[in-house]
């Protein structure tokens, strides 16, 4: 493991003893790097641009030598990247002016010890990473036929939504979809849970739905299958199989598909077997074909969907709650970001550090996700409740055992507890339209993918249908 970059940071304090105490906190910290370091105003142009950290703590305390309080704020305003600010008694008349900087993310009172200074910077940090992923992210979304890491060619975005039974997931998925929809990013949403729950929650009846495309695997058949709700705000939505034996007969043959083929590659290395090399070379090919988990015909739906004539930008994958499963094996194979839905509670953080771990390819090989593509969302979330930060770092003490390195993935999004939400639904309306906190957080997370396109504030698509046809038309 250990693929996962550093945070650098660069150190600007009053005086070298300062910076060594900073330094050293740095050092001590595996998930740290040092950037640069600067214990005095004359050293900062050039060095900062030059060391391009991903924070920077400065210690305000620097900035009296620059006289009078707006020329401090205006200095610390146009300083590059993420700014943690150490903010000295005799300043804290500034404090207000200086957390309304766009690039202060933190500003902490001063006395604050090396290594609070440090761990809060490194939260900074990991916000900053996500911004960087996010352009990355968004860059998939736009090329078209970007090599993934299974070696298919997929334009887009692909999102897997994943968590554990009831956190949420379904209802993420279906108000993450609607709200790309809404900005008009073409989106498809799958639901991969039998029995179908994106369906119900759109008030959809189960069929047609995707196993006709299992029986008879052609573009133009899976074309047929794909739904539009008959609210034009609602996303193309393509339902799971909804009968849980087919599902599981269509993840067996797959596995047997699989299992034919490894057998096939050791048998033909051994001339001579006999009734115990068979049973050896069936138990091997059985675990090849285990492995091997990422490919199938739930793959090759999810490819399929790539393929189709008009591409959707976007693909929402409602996942079934358990990685021990086909229909989240494949799929998740190709998605280039993955959500982790959780409850602030410390049972979530164990479900969010497993996750983690068997994703990243810890402990199962099938999954060989990046680290850069996985997230939280905080759901449920009650007055009280462990905070982000809280949530982070309890999966990171566990990930530290079991992968060697304490890490969590960033949290992309918070989404208040809200009896409008399951109200909504039971209405078969969408909370992003009853619930505020809902909306705010899915258009968060609908920001970070696509932020570009969202913020060239397009004017928003209004439908209107004609028949079987959608318009688009400009409010
Ligand atoms: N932010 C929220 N506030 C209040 N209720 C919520 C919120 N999010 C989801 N719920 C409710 O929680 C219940 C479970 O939600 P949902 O079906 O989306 O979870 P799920 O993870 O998909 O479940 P499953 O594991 O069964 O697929 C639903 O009744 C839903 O209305
Ligand atoms: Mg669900």
């Not at 189960?206 to 609602?234: A, C, G, V, Y």
């Not at 699989?258 to 096939?264: D, F, G, K, M, P």
């Not at 490819?303 to 004539?309: G, H, Q, S, V, W």
């Not at 989240?328 to 409850?343: C, D, F, G, K, S």
Request: charged share 20%; proline share 7%; aromatic share 4%.
């Amino acid at each position: 493991m250990g693929n996962q970059p550093r945070i650098r940071i660069f150190v600007a304090a009053a005086g070298q003893e300062t910076v060594n105490d900073l330094y050293r906190a740095i050092l001590n910290d595996s998930r740290l790097m040092a950037a640069g370091a600067a214990a005095t105003m004359d050293a900062l142009p050039t060095t900062l641009p030059y060391a391009n950290p991903d924070v920077l703590i400065l210690d305000a305390e620097l900035l009296v030598g620059l006289g009078n309080p707006k020329k401090m704020v205006e200095y610390v305003g146009n300083l590059p990247g993420a700014v943690v600010l150490l903010l000295p008694a005799n300043l804290d008349a500034l404090r207000g002016q200086f957390v309304a900087l766009p690039n202060v993310h933190e500003v902490l009172q001063k006395p604050v010890s090396p290594s609070e200074a440090v761990a809060r910077a490194y939260q900074v940090g990991i916000s900053a990473q996500v911004a960087t992923s996010a352009q990355a992210a968004r860059a998939a979304a736009s090329a078209e036929g970007t090599a993934q890491a299974g070696g298919a060619a997929l334009p887009g975005l692909v999102v897997a939504v994943f968590g554990k039974g009831g956190t949420g997931k379904t209802t993420i998925a279906v108000g993450l979809a609607t709200t790309f929809h809404r900005h008009g990013i073409r989106t498809l949403l799958v639901g991969l849970d039998v029995p179908d729950a994106v369906g119900i929650q759109l008030g959809l009846s189960p069929s047609p739905n995707m196993l006709e495309w299992f029986r008879n695997p052609s573009l133009e058949t899976l074309e047929s299958l794909i739904r539009q709700p008959k609210s034009p705000d609602l996303p193309d939505v393509l339902l799971s199989p909804n009968d849980a034996v087919a599902a599981a007969a269509i993840a067996n043959a797959d596995f047997v598909e699989r299992l034919r083929e490894a057998v096939r590659e050791t048998a033909a290395t051994l001339p001579n077997l006999t009734p115990a090399s068979v049973a050896d070379v069936a138990a091997d090919g059985a675990q090849q074909a285990m492995a091997a988990g990422g490919t199938g015909r739930i793959v090759a739906l999810i490819d399929a969907i790539r393929r189709l004539p008009r591409p959707y930008a976007a693909v929402v994958l409602d996942l079934p709650p358990t990685l021990a499963n086909d229909w989240a094996v494949q799929p998740i194979r190709r998605a280039n970001a993955v959500i982790l839905v959780a409850e602030p509670s410390y049972t979530d953080q164990v479900n969010v550090a497993h996750a983690v771990q068997v994703l990243t390819g810890a402990v199962d090989a099938r999954y060989r996700l990046s680290r850069s593509s996985l997230y939280i969302v905080l759901n449920r979330v009650q007055e009280g409740d462990l905070d982000g930060r809280a949530m982070q770092e309890g999966i990171a003490t566990l990930n530290e055992q079991t992968l060697g390195e304490a890490w969590a993935p960033p949290i992309l999004a918070v989404v208040p507890a809200s009896p409008a939400v399951r109200k909504a639904q039971m209405e078969f309306r969408s909370p992003l339209d009853t619930d505020p906190g809902m909306r705010s957080a899915m258009e968060a997370i609908a920001r970070y993918f696509f932020g570009d396109v969202i913020a060239e504030q397009k004017p928003a698509r209004r439908y209107i249908r004609i028949g079987p046809i959608r318009l688009g038309v400009r409010r």
